[in-house]
């Protein structure tokens, strides 16, 4: 329960107004005195409200230790919404090596105090404690890094300018965390435990693989995007790049996990996951097809047309968790080739965020060419040592031999084959 308080703090705590930060061309410190009291303020409303509701949920899940749970989790709210400044300052600089680094101190930091609190005798306060002093640590490096130091302004002209901004941005992010969760709930409600036990543990592999290469990369070129905001041409290119780039990289991975697919389920989970197999073969194709979709879609956001993107999201839901009730019918290889096939829906808008620069499907679809060709190669030679070799044993070395020369052409197909052996070659 307190790991899902921290979770709904970090989506809620801001509103999209951090988005309206890193997007918006020309700020000054009354901007961001105003969104960091207004964010300080919504935060602190939504820590009171779980406030309130803990004797009630206390009462209702017949827990009584869960009210004071509850209260003391809320507090990371607070602390989220304190930080959306100067974590928009940050993101809007492109200071990612910064970034990256206090997200490994965060860890670090809610890690050992979960240990240290734990083997003091503290029971599950460990696991509640622990994300608020992570969070306050990275609030205090926040605002040491960036510099920011909020004074006591505020121009409601600024909120009601980019209410409608803030609200599109902080819509897009609801949605898009009630979709990658929708499918969980159609599985364990008409499927049963099991059923989603199994179809957790298939999402998982592909998902974290999507969300350790494409969401990073999302990141770093909404700020970079919202630069090249003014000149569509420049913008084109730029996503262009960034589409052919992302396809080269998680298309041959979708490969590997599809060819592959028998022997990571066996090693990481045992034969007695065996029925995983065939999920987590289609599912990690329709995660690199919705990873190349979010880098697309992201065009909306750094034109500063998260409304579109929005009302997008509000069109294609209803045909993607429709989609998944009807494929539940035919079991869990239903549900999955339904994700799949789902990706459909996501054309259109992907088509008219490319409209909004200058291009079009064409310009998308080509861009994805190089990786489905890189792939097709993967698949191939991946393929062929799991139906030459017997041995898994020998198999996983042939794995690792083959990823080598793999890597080197497509990095040779993306950057040219003179600048990666003068990259790689010693001296």
Known sequence: ??????????????LGFGAVVIQ??????????????????????????????????????????????????????????????PNALLTRLMLFRSEAILQVVQILVRVATAILMAAAGFGYWSLVVAPLVSALVLLVALLLIS???????????????NMRAGGSYFGSGFLSHLMSNIDYFIVGRRLGVDSLGYYQVAYSIPDELRNRVSGPLVKVLFPAFSLLNARDGDLLGAVNMAQRRLALIVFPLAAVILSVARDIVEVLYGEKWAPVIPLLQILAVGGAMRAMFALTLNVFFAKGRPDIGFAMGLKTSPFVVSAVFVGSVWGLQGVAWAMLLANVFFLYPAHKAMQMIGGGIGE??????????????????????????AERVDRLFAYGAAIIPVSFLILAYSFGFGRVWRFLRPG
């Open 24 to 85: 918006r061309p020309r700020l000054c410190r009354l901007h961001l005195d105003t969104v960091f009291w207004a964010s300080l303020a919504i935060a602190s409303l939504l820590a009171g409200f779980v406030s309130l509701v803990a004797l009630p949920a206390a009462w209702f899940f017949s827990q009584s230790d869960l009210a004071m749970v509850l209260c003391v989790a809320g507090i990371a709210f607070v602390f989220q919404g304190a930080a959306v400044v």
């Open 147 to 161: 510099g920011y130091v909020p004074r006591f302004r505020f121009s409601s002209q600024f909120i009601r300018a």
């Open 364 to 389: 998308f679809s080509s861009a994805l060419l190089p990786g489905a060709s890189a792939a097709l190669i993967t698949f191939l030679v991946f393929s062929a040592i799991d139906h030459s070799i």
């Open 1 to 14: 329960m307190a790991t899902l308080i921290t979770e709904l703090a970090a989506l809620f705590a801001n």
